[in-house]
Every structure is written in structure tokens, then in C-alpha cells.
């Protein structure tokens, strides 16, 4: 029988009715893994390609059999069902969802690379993460998730809109 991992997954949106997205994504991933924690959800300034809508974003724990790269395909089929297009990197999107912790593995190929390159300067990531998971500690940098976020300079406004009780009304809805 395969280990289970515990894998937390960003996801994004900033298309469409973006909490109806991330609710769809996440009732999504339940096929895939066990959908623990949700985090709420933060209203989030664009990163890089700013000009485009704001983003909604949340963090969930996922416990999941799956060997990375096949979480990384089942993913990709969820954000491709749910009618994400690749126009431009890092432009607007119907939902996006990266794997930014699998357990405490280290993975860099071309497909995949875990813990997330940039999830460590990303406050739109460890915000949400430090609410459901601060004491996990980066493979790589051995610090907590609270220690990064802490350490993260001013900027990257991120607003907190739905706490996790009222959301979890939302994911099970």
C-alpha cells in the first residue's frame, strides 16, 4: 500500500466567479487525495504581470497516495477541465493550483519542481499556508512556514475576505 503524503496546493483565481472556482478546484481535488485543512481566502495583488484583475487565493492540505508527478497531471487535467488556458505566463486565469509542499520531499525536473521555486517570497502563498500549516518546515530552507512569512519584506498586499469557518461552508456547500 503507498504512503500517504501530506501535500499543500496554492490555488489562484481572477476570472469568472473566482470563490466558485476555488470551490469547483477544490471539490475537484477530493478525487485525487483527502482534502484537509482549507485555509480562507485572501484577495491578492497580481504578481509579476500586474495588470490584470486581483486574485483570490487559499491554501489546502491535501493527504494523497499519488506519486508527485501524477498529482502534477491529475492538476493539470482539473485547471484544463475547468477551462484554463495558457495564453500568457503568469496573465489572467480561470483557476491555477501549484503543488508547493509534498510532504517533506525534494523533487527539480522538468515538469516539477517541490517546494515550489518561489513559494518563499510569495506572501499570497504563506499567508494562507501559515493559517492552516506554520509549523511545517520548508524542506530546503528548514525554516517554519511562520518563520518565511515573517521574514517576508513589506509589499504584496494580501487581504483576508473569508475566514476558514465561513469557507468551510463554502468547500462543503
Same mark, same amino acid.
Given at each position: =500500500?503507498?504512503?500517504?503524503?501530506? /501535500? ?35 484577495? /491578492?495583488? #497580481? ?7 486581483? $486574485? ?7 493527504? /494523497?497516495?499519488?506519486? #508527485? ?12 477541465? =475547468? ?13 491555477? !493550483?501549484?503543488?508547493?509542499? $509534498?510532504?517533506?520531499? !525534494? ?8 517546494? %515550489?521555486?518561489?513559494? %518563499?517570497?510569495?506572501? $499570497?502563498? +504563506? ?10 518546515? %520548508? #524542506?530546503?530552507?528548514?525554516?517554519? !512556514? ?15 475576505? +473569508? ?6 461552508? !463554502?468547500?462543503?456547500?
Amino acid at each position: =500500500m503507498p504512503s500517504i503524503l501530506a /501535500t499543500y496546493l496554492s490555488l489562484g483565481s481572477n476570472l469568472g466567479d473566482r470563490a466558485a472556482n476555488l470551490s469547483a478546484a477544490i471539490a475537484r481535488l477530493g478525487a485525487v487525495g483527502t482534502v484537509g485543512a482549507v485555509s480562507s481566502l485572501y484577495e /491578492t495583488e #497580481p504578481v509579476e504581470v500586474t495588470d490584470q484583475p486581483q $486574485f483570490l487565493n487559499c491554501v489546502i492540505g491535501l493527504a /494523497t497516495a499519488e506519486p #508527485p508527478q501524477r498529482l502534477l497531471r491529475s492538476i493539470l487535467a482539473i485547471e484544463r477541465e =475547468m477551462g484554463r488556458e495558457r495564453k500568457q505566463d503568469k496573465g489572467p486565469r480561470i483557476i491555477d !493550483i501549484d503543488i508547493v509542499l $509534498f510532504g517533506e520531499s !525534494i523533487l527539480d525536473t522538468s515538469e516539477l519542481t517541490v517546494p %515550489h521555486p518561489a513559494m %518563499h517570497r510569495r506572501r $499570497f502563498v +504563506l499567508e494562507p499556508l501559515a493559517e492552516i500549516a506554520p509549523w511545517v518546515r %520548508h #524542506p530546503l530552507l528548514q525554516k517554519t !512556514i511562520r518563520q518565511l512569512r515573517d521574514e517576508l519584506p513589506e509589499g504584496q498586499a494580501v487581504r483576508k475576505i +473569508l475566514s476558514p469557518e465561513a469557507g468551510n461552508r !463554502i468547500w462543503q456547500a
